[in-house]
């Protein structure tokens, strides 16, 4: 249902634009979240589209990721800017509709932040 693509290794301060193409659901009735999954640790939403375009974040990720959709290509994004070595991890997108977050994940995609 979930393709993530994009990610990489980049410098402290760099940046990377994710996407995430999603089939199977209906889009843009959808609210579109990102997850990352460090390792050791759990798999976390750090940044959340509603429908209607309303955006939350992760306080560790506000004001340097942006997500964003484009329903007519039924894919989602992840501006990413300023990256830190903390935000080294496995992204993934996932879905919402009715409340309930798909239990379906896709591959991932790595990005990884070092000197």
């Known amino acids: 249902q979930f393709v993530e693509s994009g990610g990489g290794s980049v410098q402290p301060g760099g940046s990377l634009r994710l996407s995430c193409v999603a089939s199977?659901?209906?889009?843009?009735?959808?609210?579109i979240g990102w997850y990352r999954q460090a390792p050791g640790k759990e798999r976390e939403l750090i940044a959340a589209i509603s429908a209607i375009n309303s955006t939350n974040y992760r306080p560790s990720v506000k004001g340097r990721f942006t997500i964003s959709r484009d329903n007519s290509k039924e894919t989602a994004y992840l501006q990413m800017r300023s990256l830190e070595p903390e935000d080294t991890a496995v992204y993934y997108c996932?879905?919402?509709?009715?409340?309930?977050?798909?239990?379906?994940w896709g591959q991932g995609t790595q990005v990884t932040v070092s000197r």
């Open positions: 996932n879905s919402k509709r009715d409340g309930m977050w798909s239990n379906s």
């Open positions: 199977g659901i209906i889009f843009s009735d959808s609210t």
